[in-house]
């Protein structure tokens, strides 16, 4: 594939302002009101990370069982070019390790916690790739809205998502987000 293969994807301004009608007071009522609204998406950030830790499968489906049919996430890249879930650059905020994603192999990935740092009840969770996040929106009808972080995206990263995303005939269901529109 080539970059030139998905030309057609159309971009979405996702800063389009909004005009909201009288606010209920408080935050439940304000996210129901907000969810049946057809033309407002509301987008669970990182999975339920109120309850479960940060862009892990536990987050994703508190998600879905809260309600969200859309949710964003973050994409990296390890050394061995697998594409996983994590926002930051390092995985010491999230693990019990320490390093550079990209410095990691996909196996020496699997090996760390993911979960422990959160809550104990969720020690030995391990961090997802892109592939099994998109198979779980798939199978549960979510949107996934997908950040590409840092500088480090290449094109060859792009194409890669783009054709796991075509694999599992997502092309017109999924969101790329990305504040560094370089690659």
């Not at 302002?17 to 990182?46: C, G, Y």
């Not at 999230?94 to 196996?107: A, I, K, Q």
């Not at 809550?119 to 997908?146: A, D, M, Q, W």
């Amino acid at each position: 594939s080539s970059i030139t293969d998905y030309a057609s994807i159309t971009l979405h301004n996702i800063y389009e302002p909004l005009v909201l009608p009288t606010i209920p007071d408080t935050s439940t009522q304000m996210f129901n009101h907000l969810a049946l609204n057809e033309n407002i998406k509301v987008i669970n950030h990182r999975g339920f990370n109120f309850e479960a830790p940060e862009n892990t499968m536990p987050a994703f489906k508190l998600s879905v069982e809260k309600g969200y049919r859309y949710i964003e996430t973050d994409v990296q890249f390890t050394k061995d070019n697998i594409p996983v879930l994590i926002h930051d650059e390092t995985v010491d905020r999230t693990s019990n390790g320490t390093g550079n994603v990209n410095d990691f192999t996909y196996s020496q990935l699997q090996a760390l916690d993911f979960g422990e740092w959160f809550n104990s009840k969720f020690k030995n969770t391990r961090i997802p790739t892109f592939t099994e996040f998109l198979k779980f929106c798939k199978y549960t009808g979510v949107h996934p809205y997908i950040e590409l972080k840092y500088g480090g995206m290449t094109e060859d990263n792009i194409i890669k998502l783009l054709d796991i995303i075509k694999r599992y005939g997502m092309l017109k269901n999924v969101t790329i987000v990305s504040s560094e529109i370089t690659f």
